[in-house]
């Protein structure tokens, strides 16, 4: 499968952006996508995950503050980001893997080109 992510830029502390993830095939819905993201001199971080059917994990940092969905209909992931924090700035990569949730991103079988999230005001 191919991904292609979108929607990064630059925005003010506390603003929102919505992160697209387009995938092609016809086997979207047996996948796992995640968000990954990786700051500037920082270690990739995993953000958010959603199964097939629509369950969900977030880490922590941004529990309540991003939310993902998916469209299985359009094979597309959405990532909603809202109330950003200079923190929140990195390189926001969507992930694809079939094997199952695991929270270790080295696993992850699919990557799409990654999108910059600038938060600064």
């Known amino acids: 499968v191919q991904l292609q992510a979108s929607g990064g830029g630059l925005v003010q502390p506390g603003g929102s952006l919505r992160l697209s993830c387009a995938a092609s095939?016809?086997?979207?819905?047996?996948?796992?996508i995640y968000w990954v993201r990786q700051g500037p001199g920082k270690e990739r971080e995993l953000v958010a995950g959603?199964?097939?059917?629509?369950?969900?994990y977030y880490t922590t940092s941004v529990k309540g503050r991003f939310t993902l969905s998916r469209d299985n209909a359009k094979a597309t992931s959405y990532l909603q980001m809202s109330i950003l924090q200079p923190e929140d700035t990195a390189v926001y990569y969507c992930?694809?893997?079939?094997?199952?949730?695991?929270?270790?991103?080295?696993?992850?079988?699919?990557w799409g080109q990654g999108t910059q999230v600038t938060v600064s005001s």
């Open positions: 959603i199964s097939g059917g629509g369950s969900t």
């Open positions: 095939g016809s086997t979207f819905r047996s996948y796992w």
């Open positions: 992930a694809a893997d079939r094997s199952g949730f695991t929270t270790n991103p080295n696993r992850y079988e699919y």
